[in-house]
């Protein structure tokens, strides 16, 4: 019996180095450097200079507005565009596995070339977008460039790349729902409204809280979408957090970057998880 234990210990080893390499480390690290003004060569303690200079950062209030809104509004387009998906490519489709590729394709693709066709297609006089609107009459704004938009195109973006992985939890999710408990509902005379509302959605609850907490971490931590298609700009209306770390990074300044890294994490999961915590406990008393 104890061999037996010994063995399953020692399977986890493989999958332990691992973590622990790329994962613990680099963490433990950055906690470290955060603390430092150093180089590819050298470090030295500062204590909490970074951290001050960090918040000292002009922009750092857009980042944070930006990326709440950007993280709230992705999460919640996400799971409310795949629960719809979701619903309709359950049901009786002849063309629903075509539909289904169709919506999950936009996942494979290369996220910075999603930003770089999306930057031509909503160009403000030369991109597709607006050349369609002004076959219907249609006066199509400048979508990257005012500031008052930037961040909301940015935002409509990721949601058309990210809702196919949405929609497939979803299906998972409504697939694994024993056929039983609509028959029965039928019998009753339940029409499908009915029937989503009192089986679908509440049977639905883990696939929707894993959804939820993927969503929200992706949005908080997006980078390389809005660096593709802004690059924060124009001027600092569309800086997200992790882009004003990235610039902070390019201007040699390692040490205060790495600081806000640790912020930007300890930022997430001061957010997510209570809400996981709420979302698990609402899944229990179900």
């Given at each position: 019996m104890k061999s037996n234990k010994m063995y399953?210990?020692?399977?986890?080893?493989?999958?332990?180095?691992?973590?622990?390499?790329?994962?613990?480390?680099?963490?433990?690290?950055?906690?470290?450097?955060?603390?430092?003004?150093?180089?590819?060569?050298?470090?030295?303690?500062?204590?909490?200079d970074n951290y001050i200079m960090f918040f000292e950062e002009s922009s750092l209030m857009i980042g944070f507005k930006n990326t709440f809104i950007f993280a709230f509004l992705t999460a919640g387009l996400k799971?409310?565009?795949?629960?719809?998906?979701?619903?309709?490519?359950?049901?009786?489709?002849?063309?629903?596995?075509?539909i289904r590729s169709l919506v999950f394709f936009p996942v494979l693709v290369?996220?910075?070339?999603?930003?770089?066709?999306?930057?031509?297609?909503?160009?403000?006089?030369?991109?597709?977008?607006?050349?369609?609107?002004?076959?219907i009459g249609i006066?199509?704004?400048?979508?990257?460039?005012?500031?008052?938009?930037?961040?909301?195109?940015?935002?409509?973006?990721?949601?058309w790349k990210g809702v196919g992985i949405a929609t497939v939890i979803f299906i998972a999710g409504m697939m694994s729902i024993p056929v039983d408990?609509?028959?029965?509902?039928?019998?009753?005379?339940?029409?499908?409204?009915?029937?989503?509302?009192?089986?679908?959605?509440?049977?639905s609850r883990p696939a929707i809280n894993a959804v939820i907490i993927?969503?929200?971490?992706?949005?908080?931590?997006?980078?390389?979408?809005?660096?593709?298609?802004?690059?924060g700009g124009p001027g600092f209306s569309s800086d997200l957090i992790a882009s004003i770390i990235y610039k902070q990074y390019q201007a040699g300044f390692y040490g205060l970057s790495t600081a806000g890294n640790v912020i930007l994490f300890l930022m997430v999961a001061l957010i997510v998880f209570p809400i996981f915590r709420y979302l698990n406990r609402k899944e229990v008393d179900l």
């Amino acid at each position: 019996m104890k061999s037996n234990k010994m063995y399953s210990y020692a399977l986890l080893i493989p999958a332990g180095l691992i973590y622990g390499l790329f994962f613990l480390y680099p963490t433990v690290m950055s906690f470290f450097f955060g603390f430092t003004r150093w180089n590819l060569t050298d470090w030295e303690w500062i204590g909490f200079d970074n951290y001050i200079m960090f918040f000292e950062e002009s922009s750092l209030m857009i980042g944070f507005k930006n990326t709440f809104i950007f993280a709230f509004l992705t999460a919640g387009l996400k799971v409310i565009l795949g629960l719809i998906f979701a619903v309709l490519l359950t049901a009786k489709l002849r063309t629903k596995r075509f539909i289904r590729s169709l919506v999950f394709f936009p996942v494979l693709v290369s996220t910075i070339a999603v930003g770089i066709a999306f930057s031509v297609l909503m160009h403000p006089s030369e991109g597709l977008i607006n050349m369609s609107l002004d076959l219907i009459g249609i006066n199509g704004p400048n979508w990257l460039g005012n500031p008052d938009l930037a961040i909301y195109s940015v935002a409509f973006v990721d949601v058309w790349k990210g809702v196919g992985i949405a929609t497939v939890i979803f299906i998972a999710g409504m697939m694994s729902i024993p056929v039983d408990y609509y028959e029965a509902h039928q019998i009753d005379g339940g029409n499908k409204f009915n029937a989503f509302w009192h089986i679908t959605l509440p049977l639905s609850r883990p696939a929707i809280n894993a959804v939820i907490i993927l969503a929200l971490i992706g949005g908080l931590r997006t980078f390389d979408l809005v660096w593709a298609m802004t690059g924060g700009g124009p001027g600092f209306s569309s800086d997200l957090i992790a882009s004003i770390i990235y610039k902070q990074y390019q201007a040699g300044f390692y040490g205060l970057s790495t600081a806000g890294n640790v912020i930007l994490f300890l930022m997430v999961a001061l957010i997510v998880f209570p809400i996981f915590r709420y979302l698990n406990r609402k899944e229990v008393d179900l």
